[in-house]
């Protein structure tokens, strides 16, 4: 699966964007798809995650209540509403595919793409 990201910019503090993720290549009922983000220097760490199948919802607790995970089947996307923005969720997200089913590591994930950076001011 070949995944493309977009939706990113630059946002005060307390506003929203939406990510996108077009996948090209069929997605399986088995599949989940999720969010990562990445600061320079550190690991790529999960934000939120969805079964492509049953639509089941995953959240890291520092987005719960702000971000919102979902997935369009017939159009083959997904998306991150992500609303009441801080300045520490400045970095790149990246969406991405595991066929090994629900996982919290980036190293079970094995299509990405190519990230989209998202900028909180204060």
């Known amino acids: 699966v070949q995944l493309q990201a977009s939706g990113g910019g630059l946002v005060q503090a307390g506003g929203s964007l939406r990510l996108s993720c077009a996948a090209s290549?069929?997605?399986?009922?088995?599949?989940?798809m999720a969010w990562f983000r990445q600061t320079p220097g550190k690991e790529r760490e999960f934000v939120a995650a969805?079964?492509?199948?049953?639509?089941?919802?995953y959240y890291a607790d520092f987005v719960k209540g702000r971000f919102a995970i979902s997935r369009d089947k017939a159009e083959n996307a997904l998306y991150l509403q992500m609303n009441s923005l801080k300045p520490e969720d400045t970095a790149a997200y990246y969406c991405?595919?595991?066929?090994?089913?629900?996982?919290?590591?980036?190293?079970?994930?094995?299509?990405w793409g190519q990230g989209t950076q998202v900028t909180v001011s204060s």
């Open positions: 991405a595919t595991s066929r090994s089913g629900l996982d919290y590591s980036y190293t079970a994930y094995s299509d």
């Open positions: 290549g069929r997605v399986f009922s088995s599949h989940v």
């Open positions: 969805v079964r492509w199948g049953t639509g089941g919802t």
